[in-house]
């Protein structure tokens, strides 16, 4: 059964940091792009960061560029989203997910599967 865990989110404060993590299971991540999205109560899905299957790195969301890094560690079979100085903004229910072939794409239609998600609140 193929399925994407992810893991890694919680309650900090703003200015804090986290590392979420997206595990895979019954198939290797290294074949496919890896996305992170993100959901806001009350707003819809949204791309932060994607790692393409060499590796190559998309911003999707500005709000995030120099403070959010991805990063994948093939011999774990996990994909990392580093996430530093966060701020109340950030709060969201964090997704992994894949798409093989064609790069990275920030449409959620475009990907084949999806981890249940992990909560990240940002607050004081």
């Known amino acids: 059964q193929l399925q994407l865990v992810e893991s890694g989110g919680g309650l900090v404060q703003p200015g804090g940091s986290l590392r979420l993590s997206c595990a895979a299971s019954?198939?290797?991540?290294?074949?496919?792009?890896i996305g992170w999205f993100r959901q806001a109560p009350g707003k819809e899905r949204e791309a932060v960061l994607c790692?393409?299957?060499?590796?190559?790195?998309?911003n999707y969301t500005d709000s995030v560029k120099g403070r959010f890094t991805i990063s994948r560690d093939n011999t774990k079979n996990t994909v990392y989203l580093q996430m530093i100085s966060l701020k109340p903004e950030d709060t969201a229910v964090y997704y992994c997910?894949?798409?093989?072939?064609?790069?990275?794409?920030?449409?959620?239609?475009?990907?084949?599967?999806w981890g249940q998600g992990t909560q990240v609140t940002v607050s004081s």
């Open positions: 790692i393409s299957e060499s590796s190559g790195s998309t």
């Open positions: 019954g198939f290797t991540l290294n074949n496919y792009n």
């Open positions: 997910a894949a798409r093989s072939g064609l790069g990275c794409s920030r449409h959620v239609s475009l990907y084949n599967y």
